[in-house]
């Protein structure tokens, strides 16, 4: 059964991104962390691509205070 990848981003509050940080050392992702232009207050985290079943086991794991925006496409 095959499986598509997709990537994730996740728009995180600045404040709170240790937390996204410290859960994606736990699932062992790669990411590339950039500053949002024009938002002080937010970072944005590039995953590497993953299947629906770590998507979902990683987002489940990231509390809810950390996201900025919200949103499942």
Known sequence: ????KRPVVI???KSKA????RV?????LSY????VPGENDLVKFFFE???AE???????DVPREV???RGVM
């Not at 590339?32 to 500053?35: A, H, T």
């Open 24 to 28: 994606a050392s736990e699932h062992n």
């Open 11 to 13: 728009t995180a509050l």
């Open 54 to 60: 770590k998507t979902k086991a990683f987002v489940f």
């Open 18 to 21: 240790h937390v996204l940080r």
């Open 49 to 51: 691509e993953l299947d």
């Open 32 to 35: 590339e962390e950039r500053s």
């Open 67 to 69: 996201y900025a925006f």
């Open 1 to 4: 059964m095959f499986t598509a």
